[in-house]
């Protein structure tokens, strides 16, 4: 634990004199260009990949101290139709560099280098005038990992978000329930997930918040739901605008057998033009 608790902190240090340097640029209208980019359904293009370290316990042998490393990337690209609606479509596609694999023989092992499970949704959403949030739509799993240990099942099933956007505060939470569309009658996916998020500006296009992602197993009546906290801001390299931010999540519940414990996310956001917004 004290190792993580370093590097923790060599993150957050590096964090706050990078940021610190970046406050001194602070381009006109950064505000508002962060204010968009914390909010889910707003109709800006981004290139999201985020860097996730992974801390592990439970009761299987040898399961505390287990950790693991993915990278997950994720384009959104809103088509925005009028009256404020936006048609959102967001592919996350999971990259595994290590995740800790139970043999039921000599313990844990390295999965090693591999593609995870695809998943997307198609929604719409939308904000009032008065800063209500709501999105509703559907969400997908494609059984597309590389290794057997670790492929899904092709899953569908309803989403649904809400929440509240000013400039004082966007906070707000997405609820998923996903089933399996297997025949098989011994793997069965019944799962409510989601992710609550927070964010508050604290100016020159800096926040303060967070986005963990939360789930309960039907089958299993497992839970697992992570608290956590992070800072983001906004800068630009030449004329893109590029989004950073670094999040600690410590899960609160988790799996008896085998389940997360911390969670240290790294967040990079490049924005890009919409190919469609002026047509």
């Given at each position: 634990m ?17 940021a610190?340097e970046?406050e001194q640029?602070?381009?006109p209208g950064?505000d ?5 980019l ?6 800006i293009g ?9 801390t ?10 287990q ?5 997950t990337f994720?384009?959104s ?6 009256k404020?609606?936006?048609l959102l ?6 990259v ?19 593609l995870?499970n695809?998943?997307?949704d198609?929604?719409l959403g939308?904000v ?6 709501v999105m509703g739509?559907l969400?997908c ?6 290794s057997e ?5 092709f ?17 707000g939470a ?5 089933w399996?569309?297997s025949?098989?009658?011994t793997?069965?996916?019944n799962v ?11 100016g020159?296009?800096r ?7 939360y ?13 956590g906290?992070g800072?983001?801001a ?5 004329e ?18 085998f389940?997360?414990?911390w ?5 990079l956001?490049?924005?890009?033009k ?6």
């Open positions: 004290k190792k993580y608790i370093i590097l923790i902190s060599i993150l957050l240090f590096s964090f706050v004199v990078f610190q970046e640029k602070a381009e950064i508002e260009l962060a204010q968009k914390n909010n889910p359904i707003a109709a981004t290139m999201n990949t985020f860097i996730d370290f992974k592990y316990k439970g009761s299987l042998p040898d399961a505390d101290g950790t693991g490393w993915s990278l994720q384009p690209l809103p088509k925005p139709l009028g404020g609606i936006n479509f967001r592919p996350a596609i999971p595994i560099f290590s995740q800790p694999v139970y043999n039921g023989v000599d313990g844990f092992e390295s999965s090693g280098f591999q995870g695809i998943s997307f198609l929604a939308h009032t005038k008065k800063g209500f949030l739509g969400i799993g494609l059984p597309t990992a590389t240990e670790f492929r899904g099942q899953t569908l099933g309803p989403e649904l978000a809400l929440g509240y956007v000013s400039k004082k505060v966007i906070a997405l609820f998923t329930q996903s399996d569309l025949d098989d009658p793997r069965k996916t409510l997930g989601g992710q609550y998020f927070y964010f508050f500006p604290i020159n296009g926040s303060i918040g967070a986005a963990p992602n789930s309960y197993n039907w089958e299993t009546e497992e839970l697992s739901f992570p608290i906290i800072y983001s906004v800068t630009s390299f030449g893109m605008p590029f989004k950073y931010g670094l999040q600690v999540m410590y899960s609160v519940a988790t799996p008896d057998s389940g997360q414990v969670q240290i996310r790294l967040q956001s490049p924005v890009v919409l190919p469609w917004k002026n047509k």
